[in-house]
């Protein structure tokens, strides 16, 4: 039998798939459904933080426009469950086929969540997606595989 805590984290588990489900169906009402209305969002895009769940939904809407077809993989999910919050981190890798046919293999994100749990259900009130910098050159360091 499994303890609450158990319990809890294999939701949590179940949440970040289905965010992978809904990315590759392009679903937003399905992305919609896994986020606080106030998730406040540090992504890789401009500007430095998308607050509430429209804004988030903005940048994949972005990111449904540059794919035919589009994946998301997941790997090294570690995550702390408390009774109504927890927190966690991964790689995220978006890759796919580009609108004009073009295959990408994406690059490796470092990924970050923050959990709520509202009326019984984990859903992200926080995440933060970064890539290494090069602090020479400001740039961004998207060839790294974890």
Sequence with gaps: MLTRREEDEAAIRRQIGRIAEAIHAKDLDG???LYTTDVVSFDVEPPLQHVGVAAKLKNW???FALFRYVTYEVRDLALTVG?????GHCFGRLSGTLMDGTETSGM???ATFGFRKIDGEWLIAHD???VPL???SGAGVTHLVP
């Design 31 to 33: 992305l919609r459904r």
């Design 61 to 63: 809407i972005k990111v």
């Design 83 to 87: 009774d109504d919050v927890a927190f």
């Design 108 to 110: 490796w994100v470092r």
């Design 128 to 130: 933060q997606v970064s």
């Design 134 to 136: 090069d602090v020479r």
